[in-house]
């Protein structure tokens, strides 16, 4: 149980703290004018970068389960910060000047504000818990894990974007979304 948990975390943290390494000048390469739809991408990945660093999952103490109980809701909890501090990065950027870009746009938040309502869903399943001993911390546990299904499979709003294939296109062309393969 724990460790569908955890690989439900790690997976959104990892996301969010590898888009944290995308920094750049959201340029296409080379001297000429950079089109708009490839400094629209260069914004969204500078955007991720603000909106993933800093995340790390906690250490846990295997004989105090009610100390990893809080531990585990705080990173939650933190994780919460990061994801909506990542959605208002990307919808800061505003529409991608591509056709049908505001529809793409809508759904990478859509989906990114499922996944917050998944991890703070998580997150109050395991503070409401009284945990006292290994079998409530594991009953706990399970219940945040039902909250983190979507957690599980969700990979960041830029792989959303990315299902267009004009932005697609515009990411692959941004040096600071190639430079972290976002």
């Known amino acids: 149980m724990i460790r569908r948990l955890i690989i439900g975390t790690v997976l959104v943290s990892v996301t ?3 888009a ?4 750049g000048d959201g340029g296409g390469g080379g001297g000429g004018k950079t ?3 490839v400094a629209w991408a260069g914004r969204v990945c500078d955007g991720v970068t603000a909106g993933g660093a800093g995340l790390s ?3 846990l103490d295997p004989k105090d389960e009610a100390k990893s109980a809080k531990a585990i ?3 939650l909890d933190s994780m919460d910060r990061h994801l909506k501090a990542l959605e208002t990065q990307v919808r800061d950027a ?3 000047p591509v056709g049908g870009g505001q529809a793409a746009l809508d759904s990478a938040l859509a989906n ?4 917050r309502q998944a991890v703070r869903l998580a997150s109050a399943r395991i ?3 009284e945990v006292t001993d290994a079998k409530s911390y594991k009953a706990a546990l399970g219940e945040a894990g039902q909250a983190m299904r979507k957690v599980q499979t969700y990979q960041g709003p830029t792989k959303d974007l990315r299902a267009d294939p004009a932005l697609a296109k515009a990411f692959d062309q941004a040096n600071s979304c190639r430079t972290h393969q976002l």
């Open 35 to 37: 089109k708009p739809e």
């Open 16 to 18: 969010a703290t590898g």
């Open 112 to 115: 990114l504000r499922e996944t």
């Open 94 to 96: 505003g529409a991608p």
């Open 57 to 59: 999952f906690p250490k």
């Open 73 to 75: 809701a705080g990173f």
């Open 20 to 23: 944290a390494a995308c920094g």
């Open 127 to 129: 503070t409401k818990a």
